[in-house]
């Protein structure tokens, strides 16, 4: 079968309509925190997060606001998707990450941007191997998980375990020429989210950000990591902290269904 325009999967009118305002809202939103802190809004990006929403909603966004950014959860999901849409759609894989998925998620999506959620040198390791193995394949960026709140429940390294986090940072950059260090990423716990203010600062965030400044201070790093953190219900904040991406998901496809 050959692959046209028509051959993608289309909104319906309605659909598309209140998916367009819903992240054109986003983009104001984020234009009002970036000029009222003085960031420059070339420095804060925003990944739609289209977990277990259908492949309309995201082609409507792609094809009628000229979004190419989308955050995926779920592996098998993600390889689904990622074959129904447009080659050129950047896929950053933003769920939690199993070391027997790695190959996968390497070798099965030419188009991904980014894994977010790497924290052991194993699935670092992984990552980059199968990806070597397949000819002519674009590097990955990666981001780093750092648990900022200490839940016991939440992945990544705990923020201060600076060894560990150097440790990581220095495999990849030493050891996985697939890999692109691209910066560090968070949940914020959902507490820290809730409670704070416009004059009180998320100690998450700020957690992050030092991790930030100790591993590029500790790794003499040519280039700035990116921080990555902030989502719907506590994205103004984040970027108010210096938040480099944003991962919207509820506020742009509305509600989303449990997963099954
Ligand atoms: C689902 C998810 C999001 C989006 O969350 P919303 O609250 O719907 O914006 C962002 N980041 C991660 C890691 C997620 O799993």
């Known amino acids: 079968m050959s692959s046209s325009a ?4 289309e909104p319906t009118p309605d659909r598309q309509v209140e998916l367009g305002e819903n992240y054109t809202q986003i983009l104001k939103e984020m234009t009002q925190v970036t000029s009222a802190s003085n960031i420059d809004s070339n420095d804060v990006h925003l990944v739609c997060v289209s977990k277990l929403k259908p492949a309309s909603d995201i082609y409507s966004l792609y094809k009628y606001n000229n979004v190419c950014h989308f955050g995926e959860n779920y592996v098998q999901e993600l ?22 998925k790695c190959k996968d998620l390497s070798t099965r999506i030419p188009n991904l941007y980014s894994v977010e959620t790497i924290d052991t040198i194993k699935k670092a390791k992984k990552l980059n191997d199968t990806r070597a193995n397949i000819p002519d394949s674009s590097t990955i960026n990666v981001f780093i998980q750092i648990n ?13 375990d600076l060894e560990t986090v150097l440790e990581l940072s220095k495999f990849i950059q030493n050891e996985c020429p697939k890999l692109q260090l691209k910066g560090l990423m968070t ?3 959902f507490l820290n989210s809730t409670s704070s203010n416009d004059n009180e600062i998320n100690q998450d965030f700020q957690n992050l950000s030092d991790v930030k400044h100790s591993v590029e201070k500790a790794l003499g790093l ?3 990591l990116q921080l990555n953190m902030g989502m719907s219900n506590d994205f103004h904040q984040a ?18 269904p449990k997963k099954n």
């Open 222 to 224: 040519d280039f700035k």
């Open 79 to 100: 390889i689904e998707k990622a074959k129904l849409l447009p080659k050129d759609i950047n896929w950053h894989f933003i769920g939690s990450l199993q070391t027997n």
């Open 187 to 189: 949940i914020g716990s």
């Open 148 to 160: 900022t709140s200490s839940e016991s429940q939440k992945s990544g390294i705990v923020f201060n």
């Open 6 to 9: 028509a051959d993608y999967p």
């Open 239 to 256: 970027i108010k902290q210096g938040s480099n991406y944003i991962r919207v998901g509820s506020n742009i496809f509305g509600q989303r």
